[in-house]
T-cell receptor, first 111, second 114 residues
């Protein structure tokens, strides 16, 4: 079983809809949680990071972490066609330096 | 402009050839990483470095080697390429002290071994 599970999609939504993405994990020692966006044939770019449980909002993006359920989410409001990409969750332990990634969810926002 | 660069972006090469994938960053980051990513799959860490003359193997076994002679440069070498090495290779860097929390990625090298 993988340490981090993420539905590969594709997740197809109409422009303007809310995109809801999530990851589950098994390692209770994970403390830092990140979301990366990766366009086709590009490297991942960091979108959001949160420490421990709670919510964090940045513009149209909201990240949530529920450590008791080992579940993290990313919401994209007012989705745009330019949001079409693969979204990767990543996480690490407090003392560690290595990130563990999910497999990514491919999102398609249709005009 | 501070950035992280990878060359070549695309490489098609025959079996048995020696190849070096280049990675350079202008951000002065101490930590650098190499990941391997197959289409639709998660990133797997194959090598990392915490500074000059420091290199470690990652979670995924790899036949490649790395060196870190200068802070800004972290090349990856395959002595004898095989079709199983066909993949995308991503280089990343982060500041010391952030513990890899904010890793910045290069555009990747897509390698095809025929």
């Amino acid at each position: 079983q993988k340490e981090v599970e993420q539905d590969p999609g594709p997740l197809s939504v109409p422009e303007g809809a809310i995109v809801s993405l999530n990851c589950t994990y098994s390692n209770s020692a994970f403390q830092y949680f990140m979301w990366y966006r990766q366009y086709s044939r590009k490297g991942p770019e960091l979108l959001m990071y949160t420490y421990s449980s709670g919510n964090k909002e940045d513009g149209r993006f909201t990240a949530q972490v529920d450590k008791s359920s080992k579940y993290i989410s990313l919401f994209i409001r007012d989705s745009q066609p330019s949001d079409s990409a693969t979204y990767l969750c990543a996480m690490r332990e407090a003392a560690g330096n290595k990130l563990t990634f999910g497999g990514g969810t491919r999102v398609l926002v249709k005009p | 402009e501070a950035d992280i660069y990878q060359t070549p972006r695309y490489l098609v090469i025959g079996t048995g050839k020696k190849i070096t994938l280049e990675c350079s960053q202008t951000m002065g980051h101490d930590k650098m990483y190499w990941y391997q990513q197959d289409p639709g799959m998660e990133l797997h860490l194959i090598h990392y470095s915490y500074g000059v003359n420091s290199t470690e193997k990652g979670d995924l076994s790899s036949e490649s080697t790395v060196s870190r002679i200068r802070t800004e440069h972290f090349p990856l070498t395959l002595e004898s390429a095989r079709p199983s090495h066909t993949s995308q290779y991503l280089c990343a860097s982060s500041e010391a002290g952030t513990g890899g929390k904010e890793q910045y990625f290069g555009p990747g090298t897509r390698l095809t071994v025929t």
